[in-house]
């Protein structure tokens, strides 16, 4: 069982927007603003999409974007594309004694 | 832009020690600010935190696997390595090296290589 929860799968048609949620504790989501979120592709690397709630590294699309309420964090992917499907995980820091903490992984289907 | 190369045996017999190591390229280890860090995923499953190093050789574990992890780096030759000890089946899975920013997102990775504890 991960520590971070999240729905096992969502879908959506191109176009349209999901929203995947990755639900923690006060000790991980809810006490820091240090969430990320990673797509990843079959048989490839995780590939950073969000850090620090809402931040986007260089390259990402801005039709992706987080926020973050109360031990909720949320990716949000507006304008959805075929090349989203992907699987999508959410990653907390969890203080000095845990550190790290994912969530079991979103499947993104573009219907 | 940084790369990351992970390298090692891909089949480990059970209770021996399971040992990688990552080659960063297009940066320094040594640079502030970084950590660099071990993940893996298990066949089909999630990802799974092992632990991360700061240049300077402090460590930082995942409190499941503190007991059989040792994260080392090696400033000389810009790599940093994971060993596993006392290696089951369970420990199978594909194991990525990372950068990792302070705030704890792994924002480069290795592609992964797939170890498999078998006799």
Not at chain 1, 4 to 22: A, D, E, K, M, Y
Not at chain 2, 41 to 60: C, F, V
Not at chain 2, 65 to 91: E, G, H, I, P, Y
Not at chain 2, 106 to 112: A, E, L, R, S, V
């Amino acid at each position: 069982q991960s520590a971070l929860t999240q729905p096992r799968s969502v879908s959506g048609s191109p176009g349209q927007s999901v929203t995947i949620s990755c639900t923690g504790t006060s000790s991980d989501v809810g006490g820091y603003n240090y969430v990320s979120w990673y797509q990843q592709h079959p048989g490839k690397a995780p590939k950073l999409m969000i850090y620090d709630v809402s931040k986007r590294p260089s390259g990402v699309p801005d039709r992706f974007s987080g926020s973050k309420s109360g031990n909720t964090a949320s990716l949000t992917i507006s304008g959805l594309q075929a090349e989203d499907e992907a699987d999508y995980y959410c990653c907390s820091y969890a203080g000095t004694y845990t550190f790290v903490v994912f969530g079991g992984g979103t499947k993104l289907t573009v219907l | 832009q940084v790369q990351l190369q992970e390298s090692g045996p891909g089949l480990v017999k059970p209770s021996q020690t399971l040992s990688l190591t990552c080659t960063v390229s297009g940066g320094s280890i040594s640079r502030g600010g970084y950590y660099w860090g071990w993940i893996r995923q298990h066949p089909g499953k999630g990802l799974e935190w092992i632990g991360y190093i700061y240049y300077s050789g402090s460590t930082y574990y995942n409190p499941s696997l503190k007991s059989r992890v040792t994260v080392l780096v090696d400033t000389s030759k810009n790599q940093f390595s994971l060993k596993l000890s006392s290696v089951t089946a369970a420990d199978t899975a594909v194991y990525y090296c990372a950068s990792v920013l302070s705030s704890g997102a792994f924002d480069y990775w290795g592609q992964g290589t797939l170890v498999t504890v078998s006799s």
